[in-house]
């Protein structure tokens, strides 16, 4: 496939989601939020785990994708003043 088409192909993809919504377990939330704090200190990266909360993920539907069911997601937050933060935020996720 040539370049123009990858492109376009990218331009065009839509993603479609559907998760349980099932809560997560405490003693995974646990295991979760140990790792998420080691990862930030050692790849010097800002993970967050949100629970219980799936408003992110509702007005976003006509932009990128369909997604549903979703309340808990690990969010990667990056500094723009930080050319390395995207790659290393790649690399940890």
């Given at each position: 496939?040539d370049t123009?088409?990858?492109?376009?192909?990218?331009?065009?993809?839509?993603?479609?989601?559907?998760?349980?919504?099932?809560?997560?377990?405490?003693?995974?939330?646990?295991?979760?939020?140990?790792?998420?704090?080691?990862?930030?200190?050692?790849?010097?990266?800002?993970?967050?785990?949100?629970?219980?909360?799936?408003?992110?993920?509702?007005?976003?539907t006509?932009?990128?994708?369909?997604?549903?069911?979703?309340?808990?997601?690990?969010?990667?937050?990056?500094?723009?003043?930080?050319?390395?933060?995207?790659?290393?935020?790649?690399?940890?996720?």
């Open positions: 496939m123009a088409n990858l492109v376009k192909a990218i331009e065009v993809r839509c993603s479609r989601r559907k998760y349980q919504g099932t809560p997560i377990e405490s003693n995974i939330v646990a295991k979760l939020q140990e790792a998420i704090t080691e990862y930030n200190r050692l790849g010097n990266v800002r993970m967050e785990l949100v629970t219980n909360n799936g408003k992110a993920f509702k007005g976003i006509k932009s990128y994708g369909m997604f549903s069911g979703v309340n808990d997601y690990i969010g990667f937050v990056a500094s723009k003043n930080d050319s390395t933060n995207l790659e290393r935020i790649g690399y940890f996720g």
